[in-house]
């Protein structure tokens, strides 16, 4: 029987051993089989975005984020507009 101490609950030692067993046995599958799984490579977007680290052809700044401010400072109406223009060149 579970009872309720202070903010926890207390449970039996039979229980806890039973949960302790079920977790090392799950450790053990999930170790196991993380040799045998293929690394997760995910591909490399094509379109082009602000986010991007890239360096402006203008003022040759480097920016982590092609912001819209940036691109304003050029004439641009925003940062995509930049970019369509071909004015940035990402890393």
Known sequence: ????????FRI?????????ANHKVSCEMIEREEGKRAG???PWPKKKTRWMAGTCEIC???????T???????GYKNADALIEAGKVRFD
């Open 1 to 8: 029987m579970i009872k309720k101490e202070g903010r926890g």
């Open 12 to 20: 039996p030692r039979k229980a806890a051993a039973g949960i302790l």
């Open 40 to 42: 997760v490579i995910l």
């Open 60 to 66: 040759m700044e480097h920016m982590d984020v092609i």
């Open 68 to 74: 819209n401010h940036h691109a304003q400072l050029h």
